[in-house]
């Protein structure tokens, strides 16, 4: 990726956004495997073509909300199936059920292969809260207090707007603005002055339309060009590139 020009001094924002899964942690892989083996599962119960790929998590199913992303693949396949509810079994054919399906397949990996955050993004974490600035995440995913324990970077952040919240607090799914917007009223910070950081483009997308003076995209496979188009002030593809 060339370098890019004129990078935003986070050392000096008045807050920093991130979201979780692909920009603080690798867990992105987890979920892309934990969905493509439910997917395809599915997939061939169920006779759908073409079959999933790396390209429909990125359009379908990244940053949002687990069944948002099952509905929205699905969708794209033009199958419809019932909503169900959130205390749907796994093994249950409804989008709450596949989601639950996909949760369990992700909790187990995490559990067994454990996770640790990208070396630059720890470094960038230690520099930020050494220099002050107010640090929380805005995740879409509902196991994001497991994983930043896991990885042993939860005391970084005062404040953490994940999907737990979300669904408690009837918020919309990024590309909706909502989880950022809230992120940003619990920092007690204008999004116009705050710094969001995003991997995926409807997290950037989000972001954006919640007013961020500043959104990063951090390229982890969505791709410069799509983050860019989405909102992204500027893309790195690691975020040691804002270290001094």
């Given at each position: 990726?060339?370098?890019?020009?004129?990078?935003?001094?986070?050392?000096?924002?008045?807050?920093?956004?991130?979201?979780?899964?692909?920009?603080?942690?690798?867990?992105?892989?987890?979920?892309?495997?934990?969905?493509?083996?439910?997917?395809?599962?599915?997939?061939?119960?169920?006779?759908?073509?073409?079959?999933?790929?790396?390209?429909?998590?990125?359009?379908?199913?990244?940053?949002?909300?687990?069944?948002?992303?099952?509905?929205?693949l699905?969708?794209?396949?033009?199958?419809?199936?019932?909503?169900g509810?959130?205390?749907?079994?796994?093994?249950?054919?409804?989008?709450?059920?596949?989601?639950?399906?996909?949760?369990v397949?992700?909790?187990?990996?995490?559990?067994?292969?454990?996770?640790?955050?990208?070396?630059?993004?720890?470094?960038?974490?230690?520099?930020?809260?050494?220099?002050?600035?107010?640090?929380?995440?805005?995740?879409?995913?509902?196991?994001?207090?497991?994983?930043?324990?896991?990885?042993?970077?939860?005391?970084?952040?005062?404040?953490?707007?994940?999907?737990?919240?979300?669904?408690?607090?009837?918020?919309?799914?990024?590309?909706?603005p909502?989880?950022?917007?809230?992120?940003?009223?619990?920092?007690?910070?204008?999004?116009?002055?705050a710094?969001?950081?995003?991997?995926?483009?409807?997290?950037?997308?989000?972001?954006?339309?919640?007013?961020y003076?500043?959104?990063?995209?951090?390229?982890?496979?969505?791709?410069?060009?799509?983050?860019?188009?989405?909102?992204?002030?500027?893309?790195?593809?690691?975020?040691?590139?804002?270290?001094?």
């Open positions: 990726m060339p370098d890019t020009p004129a990078l935003p001094d986070l050392h000096r924002a008045a807050a920093v956004l991130f979201d979780l899964d692909g920009v603080l942690t690798p867990t992105a892989e987890v979920h892309m495997h934990a969905w493509q083996a439910v997917f395809d599962e599915v997939f061939t119960l169920w006779g759908i073509t073409p079959a999933f790929t790396d390209e429909d998590y990125f359009a379908y199913v990244d940053g949002k909300k687990r069944y948002d992303g099952v509905a929205s699905l969708r794209s396949r033009n199958v419809e199936i019932p909503w509810s959130v205390g749907d079994d796994p093994e249950v054919d409804t989008v709450c059920g596949i989601g639950n399906r996909k949760n397949a992700f909790s187990e990996a995490l559990r067994r292969d454990g996770i640790a955050p990208y070396p630059g993004s720890l470094a960038l974490l230690e520099r930020l809260r050494a220099d002050g600035v107010p640090l929380a995440v805005v995740s879409s995913s509902k196991n994001a207090e497991e994983v930043l324990a896991t990885a042993g970077i939860r005391d970084f952040f005062t404040v953490v707007v994940d999907g737990v919240v979300a669904e408690r607090e009837h918020l919309a799914s990024k590309p909706a909502d989880v950022f917007r809230v992120g940003a009223e619990r920092v007690g910070v204008d999004p116009a002055v710094v969001a950081v995003e991997d995926a483009t409807s997290g950037v997308a989000s972001a954006a339309a919640a007013g003076g500043t959104v990063i995209g951090v390229d982890r496979g969505a791709g410069s060009a799509s983050l860019l188009a989405h909102g992204a002030t500027v893309v790195v593809d690691d975020l040691a590139r804002f270290l001094p």
